[in-house]
């Protein structure tokens, strides 16, 4: 059975090796029509040619068959797609297709309701986070909590929002999840639902002012996870309209430093989740892939390719879990199901803007764990043109930058 699914998982991956051949090879021809553009352009914008510029006869054949050519590109690209969308039995998305379709696909929900049977490591965060909260005095304290997805940021603010003493402390405690599609008024919505008004009616500045009424007088804490937009505008609104004081507090989970920053959090109330230690990871993985067992592997082989497998996760909690939760914990399973334990990853990888990528990608040529000289890469990056200028900096300047935007 084994051989057979490699079997299939190989073909997968050579379809999916030449299509990717293909698309290559139709950016190649595209940009050589861009460029062909380009110098037909540069000879239009001389003086003695000027008269080009309004109209041409003898520029229509070029006009005529650079047409052609981006025509067919554009049904080679079509022709790709639908094979794609064959192939994976799934629709793809198109940009003429309705936001709302867009948006659904790609929205995240997040409940203040967690598994504290499957939490590990998290008492001294959770500890220090309470000493915050529980020190609250005039304003409304922010609290930030930032990593990289997977870290256990959502879990650290769901463990903290749901603890007893918490509970007690706070007169209102609301949860929303802000994710990369939200409005403003459906996070007031979502406010709203969480202090026992579902009322549909109303328009932004009538609904903050419901909040601010169930809220005011009233010690809370706000739940606000999995804030993506770096613009502010939406919560300095919502801010404006909350009650300040009796030690009210709002924890914030990102991923990106700046949306903390802009929505008010010093940085001595920032905290950043680390990456489980050997220990807590086994006992993570035990919780989950020996559930039957209350977490108890009495198998002594097992456990060796068991904690080798875990090794492989690096202290990840949500790659730890995605691993316990296969079926076998064999290494061949764990090749197999790769795409699944590094599922959280893929999206810090699709919100990187396009040049980032490209720099990012770069690394594939690489052997595994070699040591990458950063001068190196920042050249290799500037001499492909991958690197954009802007702002007066020079292209080792610019090549910095992108290599500080990725590791961060």
């Known amino acids: 059975m084994l051989p057979q699914r490699r079997r299939k998982t190989k073909r997968k991956n050579q379809t999916l090796r030449r299509i990717m051949i293909d698309l290559r090879e139709l950016i190649y021809k595209a940009e050589d029509i861009l460029a062909d553009c380009q110098l037909h352009y540069e000879d239009a914008i001389k003086p003695s040619n000027a008269f080009l510029l309004c109209f041409s006869p003898a520029k229509l054949p070029f006009q005529h068959q650079g047409s052609k050519r981006l025509e067919a590109i554009n049904a080679k690209v079509i022709n790709i797609k639908q094979n794609i969308s064959s192939y994976l039995g799934v629709p793809l998305l198109t940009a003429h297709e309705p936001l709302d379709a867009q948006k659904h696909q790609m929205s995240r929900w997040s409940s203040p309701i967690y598994d504290h049977t499957q939490v590990v490591g998290l008492e001294a965060d959770n500890r220090k986070i309470k000493d915050w909260l529980f020190n609250a005095s005039n304003g409304l304290l922010a609290i930030g909590i930032v990593g990289m997805g997977g870290v256990g940021k959502t879990t650290t603010a769901q463990t903290v929002f749901n603890d007893r003493e918490v509970e007690e402390w706070f007169e209102r405690r609301i949860w929303v999840c802000v994710s990369q599609t939200f409005t403003e008024e459906q996070i007031m919505r979502s406010m709203l639902r969480n202090l026992g008004d579902v009322n549909l009616g109303d328009d932004c500045a009538e609904l903050l002012k ?199």
């Open 210 to 408: 419901k909040i601010n009424h169930y809220l005011q007088g009233k010690r809370y804490l706000i739940g606000m996870d999995d804030v993506w937009s770096n613009d502010n505008s939406w919560w300095l609104r919502i801010y404006e309209g909350l009650p300040k004081g009796n030690g009210s507090s709002i924890i914030i989970t990102t991923r990106i430093e700046e949306v903390v920053q802009k929505m008010g959090v010093a940085e001595a109330r920032t905290h950043r989740p680390k990456c489980l230690d050997k220990g807590d990871s086994w006992l993570l993985f035990c919780k989950i892939a020996f559930a039957a067992t209350e977490g108890e592997c009495s198998n002594q082989e097992l456990e060796t390719v068991g904690k080798e497998i875990v090794d492989k996760c690096k202290g990840l909690p949500l790659a730890i879990k995605a691993v316990g939760a296969l079926p076998t914990i064999f290494q061949d399973e764990l090749a197999e199901n790769d795409d699944s334990v590094m599922a959280s990853l893929r999206l810090s990888y699709d919100e990187l803007p396009p040049y980032l990528k490209s720099c990012f990608l770069c690394f594939s040529v690489y052997p595994e764990d070699c040591i990458i000289s950063k001068e190196q890469l920042v050249y290799w990056w500037v001499g492909e043109g991958f690197v954009p200028l802007r702002n007066g900096r020079s292209s080792i300047e610019a090549g910095d930058h992108c290599f500080s935007g990725l590791t961060n």
